[in-house]
């Protein structure tokens, strides 16, 4: 179980981090994939006019990259009402300080700098409550998010000793490797600092973006040997992206100045651009065609509400919650 709040389009970052490692996990393993709005809303509550927009910008790049959904679920968080009963239930039993010491929690509030509303706080719950409500026994991370998880562990343990059954596992991380890969600028790549390169740009796009990547500065003239390690985007970029042959050979050409930077960076795009080609190709076919993109988010979502109503079930007969029937 795994899952992307919908804040725009995504950019190389995403494909590199995350979802190359979906487009692998999903033939290993019964894979659930949520568009998370309801996520996206415990930070960007006062901006939702664009919402819609974003999730299909999600579901275009999702697909266009190659998440299948014959093989996989994929849905919208909020068309899964479940998930949200499941997210109430399951707060009844998480003490308060469980939460606020959450350092995913720490980090989002910092970043946020402003007063913490009560979505947010329940975030790390709602977040519980993704990967119950399908009961997933596996949830992608990078070494550096075990942390989301433990909450989620805790969670169990304690509603599983609660209520004296053995109805959810203890979600384990599936570790996977998450280059960190900067925008052009040498920054983090994102939205704000209008320096990432995005899967649904143009091929002229992509070569305008990394044009202004950031080179060796000590490389002055076309003629002067430069350090392929103080070429910190191109460089990295190159690592990311292409074959290790070509990797080589621009670096050896570029400290024996056999190659100038911009020449680097043109076979750079180039490379690039041949990889991105056809998640692009099928991105844009399927952009002309919205009304098969919903019905695939449609599916999806039904698919994943019949397995969150029998969580939902079994957990409320563990609570021996009211029923009519």
Same mark, same amino acid.
């Given at each position: 179980?795994?899952?992307?709040? !919908?804040? $725009?389009?995504?950019? =190389?970052? +995403?494909?590199?981090?995350?979802?190359?490692?979906?487009?692998?996990?999903? %033939?290993? /393993?019964?894979?659930?994939?949520?568009?998370?709005?309801?996520?996206?809303?415990?930070?960007?509550?006062?901006?939702?006019?664009?919402?819609?927009?974003?999730?299909?910008?999600?579901?275009?790049?999702?697909?266009?990259?190659?998440?299948?959904?014959v093989v996989a679920t994929v849905f919208v968080q909020s068309q899964v009402p479940?998930?949200?009963?499941?997210?109430?239930?399951?707060?009844?039993?998480?003490?308060?300080?469980?939460?606020?010491?959450?350092?995913?929690?720490?980090?989002?509030?910092?970043?946020?700098?402003?007063?913490?509303?009560?979505?947010?706080?329940?975030?790390?719950?709602?977040?519980?409550?993704?990967?119950?409500?399908?009961?997933?026994?596996?949830? !992608?991370? $990078?070494?550096?998010? =075990?942390? +989301?998880?433990?909450?989620?562990?805790?969670?169990?343990?304690?509603?599983? %000793?609660? /209520?004296?059954?053995?109805?959810?596992?203890?979600?384990?991380?599936?570790?996977?490797?998450?280059?960190?890969?900067?925008?052009?600028?040498?920054?983090?790549?994102?939205?704000?600092?209008?320096?990432?390169?995005?899967?649904?740009?143009?091929?002229?796009?992509?070569?305008?973006?990394?044009?202004?990547?950031?080179?060796?500065?000590?490389?002055?003239?076309?003629?002067?040997?430069?350090?392929?390690?103080?070429?910190?985007?191109?460089?990295?970029?190159?690592?990311?992206?292409?074959?290790?042959?070509?990797?080589?050979?621009?670096?050896?050409?570029?400290?024996?100045?056999?190659?100038?930077?911009?020449?680097?960076?043109?076979?750079?795009?180039?490379?690039?651009?041949?990889?991105?080609?056809?998640?692009?190709?099928?991105?844009?076919?399927?952009?002309?065609?919205l009304g098969q993109v919903r019905q695939i988010l449609k599916d999806g979502s039904?698919?994943?509400?019949?397995?969150?109503?029998?969580?939902?079930?079994?957990?409320?007969?563990?609570?021996?919650?009211?029923?009519?029937?």
């Amino acid at each position: 179980m795994s899952g992307m709040r !919908p804040t $725009g389009r995504l950019h =190389l970052g +995403h494909y590199v981090g995350v979802l190359k490692n979906w487009i692998t996990l999903q %033939h290993q /393993y019964q894979s659930f994939f949520s568009i998370a709005d309801w996520h996206a809303l415990t930070t960007k509550y006062d901006e939702t006019q664009g919402l819609n927009g974003h999730i299909l910008d999600v579901a275009l790049d999702w697909l266009g990259a190659g998440v299948d959904p014959v093989v996989a679920t994929v849905f919208v968080q909020s068309q899964v009402p479940e998930v949200a009963e499941l997210h109430l239930l399951l707060s009844m039993l998480t003490p308060k300080k469980w939460v606020e010491t959450d350092p995913t929690l720490k980090d989002m509030v910092q970043m946020l700098h402003e007063d913490l509303n009560y979505g947010l706080l329940g975030y790390p719950i709602l977040q519980t409550a993704d990967i119950l409500s399908v009961k997933a026994h596996l949830v !992608p991370v $990078g070494k550096d998010q =075990l942390a +989301h998880l433990e909450i989620s562990r805790d969670i169990v343990t304690r509603f599983n %000793h609660l /209520y004296q059954v053995e109805l959810f596992p203890a979600p384990q991380p599936l570790l996977t490797e998450t280059p960190m890969l900067p925008g052009v600028d040498g920054r983090k790549m994102g939205k704000s600092y209008g320096n990432a390169i995005y899967l649904s740009d143009t091929e002229e796009e992509t070569w305008q973006k990394i044009k202004q990547g950031i080179t060796d500065p000590a490389r002055i003239k076309r003629t002067d040997p430069g350090n392929p390690l103080e070429c910190e985007v191109i460089y990295k970029y190159y690592e990311v992206f292409a074959p290790s042959d070509v990797q080589a050979l621009a670096a050896e050409e570029c400290r024996t100045a056999a190659r100038g930077c911009m020449d680097c960076k043109r076979i750079l795009a180039d490379v690039i651009n041949a990889q991105l080609r056809p998640m692009r190709e099928r991105r844009q076919a399927l952009a002309e065609d919205l009304g098969q993109v919903r019905q695939i988010l449609k599916d999806g979502s039904e698919k994943a509400r019949e397995e969150c109503r029998q969580t939902l079930q079994e957990v409320r007969s563990a609570m021996k919650l009211f029923s009519l029937d």
